[in-house]
T-cell receptor
Framework: QKEVEQNSGPLSVPEGAIASLNCTYSDRGSQSFFWYRQYSGKSPELIMS????GDKEDGRFTAQLNKASQYVSLLIRDSQPSDSATYLC????????????FGKGTKLSVIP | KAGVTQTPRYLIKTRGQQVTLSCSPI?????VSWYQQTPGQGLQFLFE???????NKGNFPGRFSGRQFSNSRSEMNVSTLELGDSALYLC???????????FGSGTRLTVV
């Protein structure tokens, strides 16, 4: 059973700070990793994908991948109240699989 | 461009009934996945279709079934509804399945 683990939170950060969200996965063969944002009452929205070790930056978001340690993280710089949401980490269930396994999500609250 | 369209948005059904949910993917997307989301279990994978073929199936009973049509539109069916089937059912589409999925707004199913 492939597993994806996230701290459920809530994670509270002040406006303007850096929010750090972490995710660990069990399948060493995983090749792609996704971060989704889900606002309350809405569906998940893909915000970042990462396939190689290292960092990938997109605006205020940075995804970091360390395959040796089997973790992927998401940094949100200059956090805004509009970033308050649940962040879901997703990993394909095995090499070549089209089935995504999601973590339970981390609820982020950005305090004005 | 139009996103993933799911109909209906809300459904109330009685135990023992069956239900069919519909999903129209983003134009050009050939991979369609279905997920069930509940507060306790999070997002759980139901099945994935590509070019009318089911490529992956999650650990759900046989009461849950799906299909995909030649225009990539997909339906899922749940027979003999149980109270525990009450959930948000999400459809997601992707070009090929390995590049991240875009979710629809979901169908909120309530079984009474």
């Amino acid at each position: 059973q492939k597993e994806v683990e996230q701290n459920s939170g809530p994670l509270s950060v002040p406006e303007g700070a850096i929010a750090s969200l972490n995710c660990t996965y069990s399948d060493r063969g995983s090749q792609s990793f996704f971060w989704y944002r889900q606002y309350s009452g809405k569906s998940p929205e893909l915000i970042m994908s990462i396939y190689s070790n290292g960092d990938k930056e997109d605006g205020r978001f940075t995804a970091q991948l360390n395959k040796a340690s089997q973790y992927v993280s998401l940094l949100i710089r200059d956090s805004q109240p509009s970033d308050s949401a649940t962040y879901l980490c997703a990993v394909p269930s095995g090499a070549g699989s089209y089935q995504l396994t999601f973590g339970k999500g981390t609820k982020l609250s950005v305090i004005p | 461009k139009a996103g993933v369209t799911q109909t209906p948005r809300y459904l109330i059904k009685t135990r023992g009934q069956q239900v069919t949910l519909s999903c129209s993917p983003i134009s050009g997307h050939r991979s369609v996945s279905w997920y069930q989301q509940t507060p306790g279990q999070g997002l759980q994978f139901l099945f994935e279709y590509f070019s009318e073929t089911q490529r992956n199936k999650g650990n759900f009973p046989g009461r849950f079934s799906g299909r995909q049509f030649s225009n990539s539109r997909s339906e899922m069916n749940v027979s003999t509804l149980e109270l525990g089937d009450s959930a948000l059912y999400l459809c997601a589409s992707s070009l090929q399945g390995a590049d991240g999925y875009t979710f629809g707004s979901g169908t909120r199913l309530t079984v009474v």
